[in-house]
């Protein structure tokens, strides 16, 4: 009985060593209207400056966006906030009409850049 009091508590302690990591970096997976390599440049350097946003990765080919962050300091709203501000829809947040238009023409929604380069 003693072992498995010795036994539950070493669990117990490991358990919150790794709640107390993952307390600082959690991840969110956002689905994006970015068409190209100009999206996810945009994209990525606008969230760097974002408070709580420690990395922002974007795979053009799926649009998803995978942003690394604190919790504390920024919540996936304010994430996908951010992500519309900068002109692109995230998840069901719609793109920001002012962010939208200071895209560049062929990173607006509907169009694909490889066609403007032809
Ligand atoms: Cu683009």
New binding site residues.
Partial sequence: MKTLTTLMIALMLISTKTNAQDATTAELKVKTS???????E?IEKNLAFEKGIKKSVLDVESKVLTVTYNPKKITPEQIRKAVSKIGYDADDVPADPKGYKK??E??KKG?V?TDMKK
């Avoid at 970015?34 to 996810?40: I, N």
């Fill in positions: 970015a068409t190209c390599d100009m999206c996810k945009t895209l560049d062929c990173c169009k850049c």
